[in-house]
Every structure is written in structure tokens, then in C-alpha cells.
């Protein structure tokens, strides 16, 4: 979910307000997600590297995820959302990971949608993470597979991302689901994230639809 600042600096108004609008583009996309059918929404909102961004910046983010599960979490419980958290703990508050245990505790029987947030997630420390995770119970480290690897880390229970949409023009991965995004099609879009919407999300998956997906497998036809 990126351009926010950008959005905000367009219409003269602080960096914050953009990501207020942003918020408000989360409630709707995870409504427009799961009314188009599909089961699993991971939403990066907070980078470990979010942390060098102005004290001011950093503690509105913060604020503005208190704010999100504390009006949301009830409407996402009775929708039948299941929120999980990815992520490190490492620096967080305690009032923060108190709301996040309780939305994601909360939400824990719920079937019908999956909604990860990756707040206070980077790809190579959740991956450092399940190294020592593996480590401390014990796994043969030898002998570990990948499947067994991926147990250790936050998405144990959850698919690969089929598809990974990036806004606001920029091309990177930042530091995204790194091992989980190996064969992920990628989509890039100039959308700001405040102006990220149903359209743009359909958009996308029909870009997603039209890529031929192989896996590092060669086509048939390739083969002589
Ligand atoms: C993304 O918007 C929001 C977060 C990283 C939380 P940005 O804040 O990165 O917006 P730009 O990139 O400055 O426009
Ligand atoms: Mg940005």
C-alpha cells in the first residue's frame, strides 16, 4: 500500500491525512476482496524499515492501526474475517500487541476471509525469525525441507501469494514476503493507495488471469 505521502502532498495536506485516506481505501478493498470471491488479502501497512521514518510520522501509523482494529474489529468478527498478524512483536507497544492478540484471538474460528496484516513485518526478519524458531524446537536443520521451513514462518497456515500488487508507481519488493512471493505474478500500478479501489483490484486480477503461470517449468512447445 504505497502512496500515501504522495497522495496527501497533491491535495497540500500533510503526510497523515494521506494516511487516513488509506485507511478508509483498507475498509473498502477488504470489502470489495471478499465480495469478489477471493479468500485471502495480505495488506502491508508497516515496515521494519517504517521505523526511520519521522517519530511524528511513525506514532501517527501506530495510532491509525490502533484506530482501524478498535472501529473495525467487531464488524470484521461478525463478517467472519479471520485477522491474522505478520510480523515481528520487537518494538512494538504493549497496548498495540494487546488489541492485535485480541483482534487476531478474536477472529481465530472465522472461515469465510483471510485478512493478514503485515505490520512491523520485513521478508528477511520473518525468515531470520524462523530460522531460530526451527532452531529452538529442535529441527534438523540438515534435513529440513522447504515445506518444513515455511512451518516456522508467520503464513505456517496460509498459501503463497498468488499475486502481489504494488502501488503508487514503484517497482520494488521491499523487503515483501520474500520467501512466500517466489512464484508470485506481480502487478504494478500508478494508483495511489488512497485511490486504490474495486476497478483497480479488478484490473489487476484480470491482468493476474491473463499471465501463463509456470513455475520455472518450461511449455510443452519449448520442449523439443
Ligand atoms: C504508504 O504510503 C504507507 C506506509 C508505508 C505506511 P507512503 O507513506 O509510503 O507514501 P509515499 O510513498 O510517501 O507517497
Ligand atoms: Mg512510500
Known amino acids: 500500500m504505497d502512496g500515501n505521502g504522495r497522495w496527501a502532498k497533491?491535495?497540500?495536506?500533510?503526510?497523515?491525512f494521506g494516511h487516513r485516506a488509506g485507511v478508509e481505501s483498507v475498509r473498502r478493498i477488504?470489502?470489495?476482496a471478499s465480495?469478489?470471491?477471493?479468500?485471502?488479502?495480505?495488506?502491508y501497512s508497516f515496515s521494519t524499515e517504517n521505523w526511520s521514518r519521522p517519530r511524528a510520522e511513525v506514532a501517527a501509523l501506530m495510532a491509525l492501526m490502533r484506530e482501524y482494529i478498535e472501529a473495525d474489529l467487531e464488524r470484521l468478527?461478525?463478517?467472519?474475517?479471520?485477522?491474522?498478524?505478520l510480523g515481528t512483536r520487537k518494538g512494538?507497544?504493549?497496548?498495540?500487541?494487546?488489541?492485535?492478540?485480541?483482534a487476531v484471538a478474536e477472529t481465530n474460528e472465522n472461515t469465510d476471509?483471510?485478512?493478514?496484516?503485515?505490520?512491523?513485518?520485513?521478508?528477511?526478519?520473518?525468515?531470520?525469525?524462523?530460522?531460530?524458531?526451527?532452531?529452538?524446537?529442535?529441527?534438523?536443520i540438515q534435513s529440513m525441507t522447504e515445506q518444513d521451513f515455511a512451518?516456522?514462518?508467520?503464513?505456517?497456515?496460509?498459501?503463497?501469494?498468488?499475486?502481489?500488487i504494488r502501488t503508487s508507481g514503484e517497482k520494488r519488493i521491499s523487503n515483501y514476503l520474500l520467501w512466500q512471493a517466489a512464484y508470485a505474478e506481480f502487478v504494478f500500478t500508478d494508483v495511489l493507495w488512497?485511490?486504490?479501489?474495486?476497478?483497480?483490484?479488478?484490473?489487476?486480477?484480470?491482468?493476474?488471469?491473463?499471465?501463463?503461470?509456470?513455475?520455472?517449468?518450461?511449455?510443452?512447445?519449448e520442449v523439443a
Open 35 to 43: 465480495e469478489i470471491g477471493l479468500k485471502c488479502l495480505t495488506l
Open 113 to 140: 476471509f483471510n485478512l493478514n496484516i503485515a505490520f512491523n513485518y520485513g521478508g528477511r526478519d520473518e525468515i531470520l525469525r524462523a530460522v531460530r524458531r526451527a532452531a529452538a524446537a529442535g529441527e534438523d
Open 77 to 85: 468478527k461478525r463478517e467472519g474475517v479471520r485477522i491474522r498478524i
Open 30 to 32: 477488504v470489502e470489495d
Open 92 to 102: 512494538l507497544s504493549n497496548d498495540i500487541l494487546k488489541l492485535v492478540d485480541r
Open 151 to 164: 512451518t516456522y514462518l508467520d503464513t505456517a497456515d496460509l498459501p503463497d501469494p498468488d499475486l502481489v
Open 194 to 221: 488512497p485511490d486504490f479501489g474495486r476497478a483497480e483490484l479488478i484490473a489487476a486480477l484480470k491482468e493476474y488471469t491473463g499471465r501463463n503461470r509456470r513455475f520455472g517449468v518450461s511449455e510443452e512447445s
Open 10 to 16: 497533491a491535495r497540500h495536506r500533510p503526510r497523515g
